[in-house]
């Protein structure tokens, strides 16, 4: 599909360039940080970000939804995906734009003026990682760029939209546009949960926006996090499937699909029906060995990139999950949030 036609995949979140290098004891002192830890960015922590650049950084465009939709264009023809976020007027902006474009990802970023780029840097010791994340101008997108017609046009002409649950702390009503317009057209909608804390402490903003997803992801601690904050008295993940499976929808043309990613534990995915009966699958994590993995993170953000590719590319449920597990058992034994170069052909398991 070409560009001026649009993108048939529009993802929506909070972007983030990531900056990782190997690092030692002495780098970790400095910014009194642990080995194996993620914390939000304080004013002593603002120097870091050059002194990994110093030691040779390897540069990743990062946030959840930004590695999904890489994943996703990694496996789909070219221009089938644009991404949507706020960065800075500055060099980490530059760099993030390049190599979302690298990665063959449209981007329509908010520049903020007064915000530097949302950066994370990470610090990797042995198998340790230890992230310093500093928000800033991915905390500013406005429902007011969404709606700019130059980028609505794009919302228009995309059929599938995806979008990350840290979201949920930023702009909500960019989301709830977002729903809107796929209920009215019956177009995908799909929602990460993200992290346990957004069940937890963005309950009333989660619940606003799961009325309108058609498809809801989550891993099983986001999972129990959501079943606790709504006192359904159950850590069963099936069952827990099966509720989310069963919430309120706006567009009943589809079945809401609940789909809980468990490590490598079977992932459980729940159908739902308008007769309100709840069909359950269990698929199984591609196996590869412990030598073999590098990094879980991002496996997460992977899975659902490959997933979203299945869904644009018209393939059935079963295939979207398998090639969900295919990117994501790619993801994890390379370093970071990425996949592997030169492109790897998905095939079925």
Known sequence: MAAAQGYPLLCLENPLLDIQARGDAALLEKYDLKPNDAILAEEKHMGIYEDLLARDAKLIPGGAAQNTARGAQYMLPENSVVYIGCIGKDKYGEILKKTCEEAGVHTEYRI??????????????????????HLAAANEYKLEHLKQPEVWSLVEKAQHY??????????????????????????????????????????????SV????????????????????????????????????????????????????????????????ATGDVEVKEFKVREISKEAINDTNGAGDAFAGGFCAGIVAGKSLDDSIDMGQWLASKSIQELGPSFPSPKQTYSRS
């Open 162 to 207: 995806y979008v990350g649950g840290y979201h949920l702390t930023v702009c909500v009503p960019a989301i709830l546009a977002l729903g809107e317009e796929a209920a009215a057209k019956n177009k995908t909608f799909m929602l990460s949960l993200s992290a346990p804390f957004i069940a937890q402490f963005f309950k009333d903003q989660l619940d």
């Open 112 to 133: 903020d003026e007064t915000q530097p780029t949302g950066k994370c840097g990470v610090v990797i010791t042995g198998h340790d990682r230890s992230m310093c994340t």
């Open 210 to 273: 799961l009325p309108y997803t058609d498809y809801t992801f989550c891993n099983e601690t986001e999972a129990i996090a959501y079943s606790e904050g709504h006192q359904w008295g159950t850590e069963d993940i099936t069952e827990i499937a099966k509720k989310l499976a069963q919430l309120p929808k706006k567009n009943t043309q589809r079945p809401r699909v609940a789909i809980v990613t468990q490590g490598t534990l079977p992932t459980i995915v729940a159908i739902g029906s």
